[in-house]
T-cell receptor, first 110, second 117 residues
Framework: AQRVTQPEKLLSVFKGAPVELKCNYS??????LFWYVQYSRQRLQLLLR??SRESIKGFTADLNKGETSFHLKKPFAQEEDSAMYYCALSGSGGSYIPTFGRGTSLIVHP | GAVVSQHPSRVICKSGTSVKIECRSLDFQATTMFWYRQFPKQSLMLMATSNEGSKATYEQGVEKDKFLINHASLTLSTLTVTSAHPEDSSFYIC?????????????FGPGTRLTVT
């Protein structure tokens, strides 16, 4: 079974501080990992995925297969980063059944 | 980016009645759509995978006779909550996957707030 764990329900930081939103997963094969973001009163949208190896809005995430983690990081948080962040996993290849973590609410204080 | 719409955005119905929620992919064709349920301050729970032209695949514990899914075209999937009860009150979100991209992406609708009185 595939599972995504986001241990923190809430993460509160001050503007300019580093941010790390934790995500651990359980999957028997080769997973695809994603981070989705939901800003207040907006729909979920894709932030980044591990296979792209991109930096989006200053956020990066590295897949660590040894630790089965896909933590989301940003060196300097901005107030506009305040949102709900969901880590998600899917099997690679033809089978795409996404599983979401419970989400972490990030609040960036001025 | 691609857009997925849902209608209605909010619905209130009486216990025992049925409610239909529509999910449309506006500028791409979606052979697969997903229906989620989201409880307050909790994650998205995948209810079912809607496949165009075939039966939906339901997740364990989701009653297929209660949550009827029809994916009659490449741009429309509907979720009908039959004989709704107050415990069905929730936020329902659909999403559609655009596989026509180099990197297929899952797009989400804005959600439908269902309140059963």
């Amino acid at each position: 079974a595939q599972r995504v764990t986001q241990p923190e329900k809430l993460l509160s930081v001050f503007k300019g501080a580093p941010v790390e939103l934790k995500c651990n997963y359980s999957y028997s094969g080769s997973p695809e990992l994603f981070w989705y973001v939901q800003y207040s009163r907006q729909r979920l949208q894709l932030l980044l995925r591990h296979i792209s190896r991109e930096s989006i809005k200053g956020f990066t995430a590295d897949l660590n297969k040894g630790e089965t983690s896909f933590h989301l990081k940003k060196p300097f948080a901005q107030e506009e980063d305040s949102a709900m962040y969901y880590c998600a996993l899917s099997g690679s290849g033809g089978s795409y059944i996404p599983t979401f973590g419970r989400g972490t609410s990030l609040i960036v204080h001025p | 980016g691609a857009v997925v719409s849902q209608h209605p955005s909010r619905v209130i119905c009486k216990s025992g009645t049925s409610v239909k929620i529509e999910c449309r992919s506006l500028d791409f064709q979606a052979t697969t759509m997903f229906w989620y349920r989201q409880f307050p301050k909790q994650s998205l729970m995948l209810m079912a995978t809607s496949n165009e032209g075939s039966k939906a695949t339901y997740e364990q514990g989701v009653e297929k006779d209660k949550f009827l899914i029809n994916h009659a075209s490449l741009t429309l999937s509907t979720l009908t909550v039959t004989s709704a009860h107050p415990e069905d009150s929730s936020f329902y979100i659909c999403s559609a996957r655009d596989v026509g991209l180099v990197l297929p992406e899952q797009y989400f609708g804005p959600g439908t707030r269902l309140t059963v009185t």
